[in-house]
């Protein structure tokens, strides 16, 4: 029996695996923030039956080859990096409610300035219509 922990997208899962004779039967559950040590510890004692539960009744699949071998330590780190260059920079609750505010403070003043800039336009358009008519009513 294996419990693999890892971040997906935005939330920490596990993954239960429980391998019997040539099948491995599999369950998924998500965590959410990163658990410590002592929170996983946890979350296992108070839910840890049911999850096994749940991993007997999992279809059974075959387990086939796994690779146990190491990855070459450059490449996992070049991976690593491009995946995390991928996903948004992630921190906490607030971090992330104030980057969305920022983001829209962005928006609302470009919309602004766009705003503006037709205004000061029509304006001058305006004043050198003005300026067009006054010079022919002096002819």
């Known amino acids: 029996?294996?419990?693999?922990?890892?971040?997906?997208?935005?939330?920490?899962?596990?993954?239960?695996?429980?391998?019997?004779?040539?099948?491995?039967?599999?369950?998924?559950?998500?965590?959410?923030p990163e658990p410590t040590g002592p929170e996983l510890y946890d979350y296992l004692l108070r839910h840890g039956v049911a999850l096994l539960e749940r991993s007997a009744s999992a279809p059974p699949v075959p387990a086939g080859e796994r690779a146990t071998g190491r990855a070459n330590p450059k490449r996992a780190a070049k991976l690593a990096a491009r995946a995390a260059?991928?996903?948004?920079?992630?921190?906490?609750?607030?971090?992330?409610?104030?980057?969305?505010?920022?983001?829209?403070h962005k928006s609302q003043a470009r919309a602004d300035r766009?705003?503006?800039?037709?205004?000061?336009?029509?304006?001058?358009?305006?004043?050198?219509?003005?300026?067009?008519i006054e010079r022919r009513r002096d002819r």
């Not at 705003?115 to 050198?128: G, I, L, N, T």
């Open 114 to 132: 766009r705003a503006r800039r037709r205004e000061q336009a029509e304006h001058k358009r305006e004043v050198a219509r003005r300026k067009r």
């Open 1 to 32: 029996m294996t419990l693999s922990i890892f971040f997906d997208g935005g939330f920490w899962v596990g993954v239960l695996e429980r391998a019997e004779d040539d099948r491995v039967r599999a369950v998924r559950f998500v965590l959410g």
């Open 85 to 104: 260059a991928r996903l948004p920079a992630r921190g906490t609750a607030a971090q992330e409610a104030l980057r969305l505010e920022l983001e829209q």
